[in-house]
T-cell receptor, first 111, second 116 residues
Framework: GESVGLHLPTLSVQEGDNSIINCAYSNSASDYFIWYKQESGKGPQFIIDIRSNMDKRQGQRVTVLLNKTVKHLSLQIAATQPGDSAVYFCAENIRAGKSTFGDGTTLTVKP | DTGVSQDPRHKITKRGQNVTFRCDPISEHNRLYWYRQTLGQGPEFLTYFQNEAQLEKSRLLSDRFSAERPKGSFSTLEIQRTEQGDSAMYLC??????????????FGPGTRLTVL
């Protein structure tokens, strides 16, 4: 069968390594997905998004992968830096409505 | 700074008191959302507006909660007879949505409510 990354509530990586954060979403009708970064005491900050007609999208140092078959989303951060330490949330949307957030992953980058 | 502002940033109140929070969205955004976030959890949807119309309310929004967006610009969220369980971060977000197309929601810094 196909291997799907597990969601981990915490992830610790060494500075300079690549990070992969996984998320399982719930609704097969969702057509828009977003990754947010949230630092302590602040609101969620947009990182990257992807629509359901795509399976990969790249930004600066970040890549989002979408697997609709198994309803899985991942965020890859290249050359992780201490400033990347935060809680990361995925969110799903259906037809321009509300966002439904997944369980967060706390990323800690060790210098 | 996303351009979405919320006021106040922190509110401490006693159980049974009423509180009101304000959100000013990004000016050209027609949609405005309210979410609640408790420690260690992701934001949970409460309600959203398109212009001045309230389009959806979560079952989390009990009858003690009311939200308005009277002129389609800023919004207020009022909680009446606050309870300790209302303690949370209240987040506002705005987006520019056209028809069935969803655009990114940009979040404000939140209002941290503590009910004693």
């Amino acid at each position: 069968g196909e291997s799907v990354g597990l969601h981990l509530p915490t992830l610790s990586v060494q500075e300079g390594d690549n990070s992969i954060i996984n998320c399982a979403y719930s609704n097969s009708a969702s057509d828009y997905f977003i990754w947010y970064k949230q630092e302590s005491g602040k609101g969620p900050q947009f990182i990257i998004d992807i629509r359901s007609n795509m399976d990969k999208r790249q930004g600066q140092r970040v890549t989002v992968l979408l697997n609709k078959t198994v309803k899985h989303l991942s965020l890859q951060i290249a050359a992780t830096q201490p400033g990347d330490s935060a809680v990361y949330f995925c969110a799903e949307n259906i037809r321009a409505g509300k966002s439904t957030f997944g369980d967060g992953t706390t990323l800690t980058v060790k210098p | 700074d996303t351009g979405v502002s919320q006021d106040p940033r922190h509110k401490i109140t006693k159980r049974g008191q009423n509180v009101t929070f304000r959100c000013d969205p990004i000016s050209e955004h027609n949609r405005l959302y309210w979410y609640r976030q408790t420690l260690g959890q992701g934001p949970e949807f409460l309600t959203y507006f398109q212009n001045e119309a309230q389009l959806e309310k979560s079952r989390l929004l009990s009858d003690r909660f009311s939200a308005e967006r009277p002129k389609g610009s800023f919004s207020t969220l009022e909680i009446q007879r606050t309870e300790q369980g209302d303690s949370a971060m209240y987040l506002c977000a705005s987006s520019r949505s056209r028809g069935q197309r969803t655009d990114t929601q940009y979040f404000g810094p939140g209002t941290r409510l503590t009910v004693l």
